[in-house]
């Protein structure tokens, strides 16, 4: 089975922080809430991926926003970029070495 990685990016669901700036022109601190998403990677296989997925949305109680494939873009894509790609690779080759075959490797992104 072909080994793939994606990343997930769920609602905020409600889950704020706290965030302090500093604003210039009135030269104060000033302290807001943001709405806070998650973000994972998962790299496995298919099935395995999409197990992982519905197991930590069922655990966390996030709802899905979208997904991604985290691969390597060719040159004729219009997301190709070189050093993007680099960065890519030695990602991917991280993770296939942090790999357990028996199941899914679950990144936090956040």
Not at 44 to 52: F, H, P, Y
Not at 81 to 100: F, G, T
Request: include cysteine; hydrophobic fraction near 25%; aromatic fraction near 14%.
């Amino acid at each position: 089975m072909e080994i793939i990685c994606q990343d997930y990016y769920f609602y905020p669901n409600n889950n704020f922080s706290t965030e302090r700036k500093y604003d210039s022109n009135t030269q104060t601190y000033c302290t807001d809430i943001n709405q806070s998403s998650s973000h994972i990677r998962i790299y496995g296989t298919l099935d395995q991926i999409n197990q992982a997925g519905d197991e930590y949305m069922k655990r966390t109680g996030c709802n899905l926003d979208e997904a991604y494939n985290y691969c390597i873009e060719g040159e004729d894509s219009i997301w190709y970029n070189k050093v993007d790609n680099k960065d890519i690779a030695a990602n991917l080759e991280k993770y296939s070495k942090l790999y357990n075959k028996n199941e899914a490797l679950i990144i936090n992104m956040v």
